[in-house]
T-cell receptor, first 105, second 112 residues
Framework: GQSLEQPSEVTAVEGAIVQINCTYQTSGFYGLSWYQQHDGGAPTFLSYNALDGLEETGRFSSFLSRSDSYGYLLLQELQMKDSASYFC??????FGAGTRLTVKP | DAGVIQSPRHEVTEMGQEVTLRCKPISGHDYLFWYRQTMMRGLELLIYFNNNVPIDDSGMPEDRFSAKMPNASFSTLKIQPSEPRDSAVYFCASEGVGTEAFFGQGTRLTVV
């Protein structure tokens, strides 16, 4: 079967750095992606890793270790607007339960 | 492109009624996904199509749910008969070769 594990909630202060971890179990793995969803909105794509290593996109970075079936999303210089739910997904298809990030002033 | 278009945005129906949700994917995308999102169960993959052909419908909860994709620009998700526990936000998403998944704005379904 397939499963993804990520923390349910994370809280951080404005300007800080936060890391959201994701472990997965799946067959036929192509890549790990990250999506952001604000309350009442649709998930939107943030980052994708098909190979081991770090991908950087502005304030957001994502990391993958295929041998460990593990990845993380790193958010730097947190802003209030980053308060949202963040989902890891296998192959852009199967989503974790989401991590609700709350950024406080 | 206007993105993935779903209709209706909101649907309120009575238990036992048939509900049809509609989706227009992004032109040129050959994958289409239907998801259901609830607080309890998160974002569940119900079914996905590749080139209009259903590939995996193992997430469809029961026979009351059916999905079709008669052509590359249109898909429907039908619930018949609907039940209160079907209340959720239903998302459609499409994906092209080498792209990420693009989500529609969702249909918020309430079954009373």
């Amino acid at each position: 079967g397939q499963s993804l594990e990520q923390p349910s909630e994370v809280t951080a202060v404005e300007g800080a750095i936060v890391q959201i971890n994701c472990t997965y179990q799946t067959s036929g793995f192509y890549g790990l992606s990250w999506y952001q969803q604000h309350d009442g909105g649709a998930p939107t794509f943030l980052s994708y890793n098909a190979l081991d290593g770090l991908e950087e996109t502005g304030r957001f970075s994502s990391f993958l270790s295929r041998s460990d079936s593990y990845g993380y999303l790193l958010l730097q210089e947190l802003q209030m607007k980053d308060s949202a739910s963040y989902f890891c997904a296998v192959n852009h298809m199967r989503f974790g339960a989401g991590t609700r990030l709350t950024v406080k002033p | 492109d206007a993105g993935v278009i779903q209709s209706p945005r909101h649907e309120v129906t009575e238990m036992g009624q048939e509900v049809t949700l509609r989706c227009k994917p992004i032109s040129g995308h050959d994958y289409l996904f239907w998801y259901r999102q609830t607080m309890m169960r998160g974002l569940e993959l119900l079914i996905y199509f590749n080139n209009n052909v259903p590939i995996d419908d193992s997430g469809m909860p029961e026979d009351r749910f059916s999905a079709k994709m008669p052509n590359a620009s249109f898909s429907t998700l039908k619930i018949q008969p609907s039940e209160p526990r079907d209340s959720a936000v239903y998302f459609c998403a499409s994906e092209g070769v080498g792209t990420e998944a693009f989500f529609g704005q969702g249909t918020r379904l309430t079954v009373v």
